[in-house]
Antibody
Framework: QVQLVQSGAEVKKPGASVKVSCKASNYTFTSYGISWVRQAPGQGLEWMGWISAYNGHTNYAQKIQGRVTMTTDTSTRTAYMELRSLRSDDTAVYYC??????????????WGQGTPVIVSS | SDELIQPPSVSVSPGQTASITCSGDKLDHKYTCWYQQKPGQSPVLVIYEDTERPSGIPERFSGSKSGNTATLSISGTQAMDEADYFCQAWDSSAGVFGTGTKVTVL
């Protein structure tokens, strides 16, 4: 079955960077996209952006544009999300999710287990 | 505005129907997904393209849309359906989530 396995929890100081990985298996990696979504403690889901694993095209949420970079490595079937200049309000669980085109719209049909990122001095 | 507004909470008795709404500007021109999230777990897709149900999702979950409001309905609600539910709409490869609704099965 489709699996997305994310890297482990991170603790970072304000101003630092974090890079979270998401390794995909059991599907054709380049036929789908990867979305990144975060959830602050006790809060809702926040869409961060999306990358096509086919051609590397990206689309980032305006709120974090300039601080985020999403990439993929097709040789290892792994997606990465790097967030820079971390602030305390970046503390959240970060999820990757497979982006599938259903013929009329996108959907995130499989999700990773989540990576907690804590930003604290 | 890209905001998708959901009621913060919905309560339902076991066996009854729970309805969760998701309202937003221009939603009539977009397709909506719905996700279920239980505490400590990753979200699960339960509806996509307004009305489609992924394989493995029980038939009691259904979606509909009228104008700028999408609705997730859970018929014959069971205790296991108690969770947070989020809508999502896509616009030019950007996906916006709704504010989320906590469903409580009393």
């Amino acid at each position: 079955q489709v699996q997305l396995v994310q890297s482990g929890a991170e603790v970072k100081k304000p101003g630092a960077s974090v890079k979270v990985s998401c390794k995909a298996s059991n599907y054709t990696f380049t036929s789908y996209g990867i979305s990144w979504v975060r959830q602050a403690p006790g809060q809702g889901l926040e869409w961060m952006g999306w990358i096509s694993a086919y051609n590397g095209h990206t689309n980032y949420a305006q709120k974090i544009q300039g601080r985020v970079t999403m990439t993929t490595d097709t040789s290892t079937r792994t997606a990465y999300m790097e967030l820079r200049s971390l602030r305390s309000d970046d503390t959240a669980v970060y999820y990757c999710a497979r982006g599938a085109w259903g013929g009329r719209s996108w959907r995130n049909d499989y999700w990773g287990q989540g990576t907690p990122v804590i930003v604290s001095s | 505005s890209d905001e998708l507004i959901q009621p913060p909470s919905v309560s339902v008795s076991p066996g009854q129907t729970a309805s969760i709404t998701c309202s937003g500007d221009k939603l009539d021109h977009k397709y909506t997904c719905w996700y279920q999230q239980k505490p400590g777990q990753s979200p699960v897709l339960v509806i996509y393209e307004d009305t489609e149900r992924p394989s493995g999702i029980p038939e009691r979950f259904s979606g509909s849309k009228s104008g700028n409001t999408a609705t997730l309905s859970i018929s014959g609600t069971q205790a296991m359906d108690e969770a947070d539910y989020f809508c999502q709409a896509w616009d030019s490869s950007a996906g916006v989530f709704g504010t989320g609704t906590k469903v409580t099965v009393l």
